[in-house]
């Protein structure tokens, strides 16, 4: 079985600040790793994705994360936030074996982003 | 970018009668989903479909459930009767392929209240 934890619920920041956000996630195969964010009356959309090589990804807006196979891992990083990043945050996870890609999603992080 | 539209955003439903949700998927995409999402509860992968089948489905996919995209068209999510434990956010989403890098494209969501 395959599981994902974001541990904060809630994270509140400054603008301009940095950001960490927080995956755990359990799995015995290699997995595909996904951050999603989901802004006010939208569908989510995804940041950025990892299935191997460079363990630090790009995504968009300036958001990056890192995958950690030894932690087991895969926070989402920024390294300065402005208010309109506020929204939630989800980290999912994708057995690279089995396909139909059914995704497995952590509770989801609300970001709040002071201005 | 691609979109994926839900119909209705909201619905207020009296217990035990019939509702459909709508999906318009991305125009070339193949593949598929449901997803149910209990307020304050993490998502959870309800099913997927692909030329016409259901490829998988979780034990959240009751019986009286039931999904189709006649001729191409909306891909519905049927729900008869429907029960209070119903109430939830249904997202559908869409994908071009089934292989578990192929990032999924997801709608606003569908909220419904079973009253």
């Known amino acids: 079985a395959q599981s994902v934890t974001q541990p904060d619920a809630r994270v509140t920041v400054s603008e301009g600040a940095s950001l960490q956000l927080r995956c755990k996630y359990s799995?015995?195969?290699?997995?595909?790793l996904f951050w999603y964010v989901q802004y006010p009356r939208q569908g989510l959309q995804l940041l950025l994705k990892y299935y191997s090589g460079d363990p630090v990804v790009q995504g968009v807006n300036g958001f990056e994360a890192e995958f950690s196979k030894s932690n087991s891992s895969f926070h989402l990083r920024k390294a300065s936030v402005h208010w309109s990043d506020s929204a939630v945050y989800f980290c999912?996870?994708?057995?690279?074996?089995?396909?139909?890609?059914?995704?497995?999603f952590g509770q989801g992080t609300v970001l709040s982003v002071i201005p | 970018g691609p979109k994926v539209l839900q119909i209705p955003s909201h619905q207020i439903i009296d217990m035990g009668q019939m509702v459909t949700l709508n999906c318009d998927p991305v125009s070339n995409h193949l593949y598929f989903y449901w997803y149910k999402q209990i307020l304050g509860q993490q998502m959870e992968f309800l099913v997927n479909?692909?030329?016409?089948?259901?490829?998988?489905k979780s034990k959240l996919f009751k019986d009286q459930f039931s999904v189709e995209r006649p001729d191409g068209s909306y891909f519905t999510l049927k729900i008869q009767p429907t029960a209070l434990e119903d109430s939830a956010v249904y997202f559908c989403?869409?994908?071009?392929?089934?292989?578990?890098?192929?990032?999924?494209?997801f709608g606003e969501g569908s909220r419904l209240i079973v009253v």
């Open positions: 989403a869409s994908s071009f392929g089934t292989f578990s890098g192929n990032t999924l494209y």
């Open positions: 799995y015995s195969g290699t997995p595909y």
């Open positions: 999912v996870l994708s057995a690279a074996t089995g396909g139909n890609n059914k995704l497995t």
């Open positions: 479909f692909y030329n016409g089948k259901v490829m998988e």
